[in-house]
């Protein structure tokens, strides 16, 4: 077969035309074969968390995760009904959600807490009153009903205990106090070394706080205690 037929010199270049008249400029230099092939890689993104910086999602506390940490058991300043309150310390490693989150004793009390954020960071402390307001200047992130014969949660000033109970039942911190462990007008705190669910059965571990309160009480509810 005969490819060439014709061959002319242009102003552009030589045209060559072949038997099916196509037109190949053989002017234009041959471009240098591209051995390269294209780059499917992604490019690094520095930007990507790996597996070990993920954050595990918030999850409910198990057993010893909240410490029971200070309880307003005798309030003066204000009535019992709106004074009383329980201070948490989160002991866990993780964000724990306390949605669900029970306060009770060995009697009749068993009170589900609203709280205004179920989410608590490690080493929080956390303060949980009778009410929101009226209770002394106390700043609270939930509230219970306070009852004091059942179908709420309220702290005798002579004995009784403190449950926490997590959303699933499980027994979270328990406490248990006898007649002479309440202070009129002041609070009960756990010493900062003894910040633990079974250290906190002690009772040497326990002793009346300081801390001024705008109603005239003492107490340190979301701050650090003292030591005893
Ligand atoms: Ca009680
Ligand atoms: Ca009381
Ligand atoms: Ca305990
Ligand atoms: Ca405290």
Do not use: H, K
């Not at 609070?187 to 002690?202: E, I, K, R």
């Amino acid at each position: 077969m005969l490819l060439l037929l014709i061959g002319c010199e242009t102003d552009q270049g030589l045209f060559v035309y072949t038997d099916d008249m196509a037109v190949t400029d053989t002017s234009a230099p041959a471009s240098p074969e591209d051995t390269s092939q294209p780059d499917d890689t992604p490019p690094p993104d520095d930007t990507q968390d790996t597996d070990d910086e993920q954050v595990a999602p918030p999850r409910a506390p198990r057993a010893g995760e909240l410490v029971i940490s200070e309880l307003m058991v005798n309030p003066v300043g204000v009535s019992d009904e709106t004074g009383e309150w329980v201070e948490l310390y989160s002991a866990a490693s993780v964000e724990l959600d306390l949605s669900g989150l029970r306060l009770g004793d060995d009697g009749v009390d068993d009170a589900e807490v609203a709280l205004i954020d179920p989410i608590v960071s490690p080493g929080e402390l956390i303060v949980l009153c009778a009410s929101a307001s009226s209770n002394g200047g106390v700043s609270c992130q939930g509230t219970y009903l306070y009852q004091s014969f059942g179908g709420g949660f309220a702290l005798s000033n002579s004995e009784d205990e403190v449950v926490v109970i997590a959303a699933d039942g499980t027994v979270v911190d328990a406490i248990q106090y006898s007649e002479g462990f309440s202070v009129a007008g002041q609070s009960l705190g756990v010493a900062p070394g003894c910040l633990d669910a079974s250290a906190n059965d002690t009772a040497s571990c326990w002793c009346a706080q300081s801390g001024a309160l705008s109603s005239g009480d003492v107490g340190n509810p979301g701050s650090w205690n003292d030591g005893c």
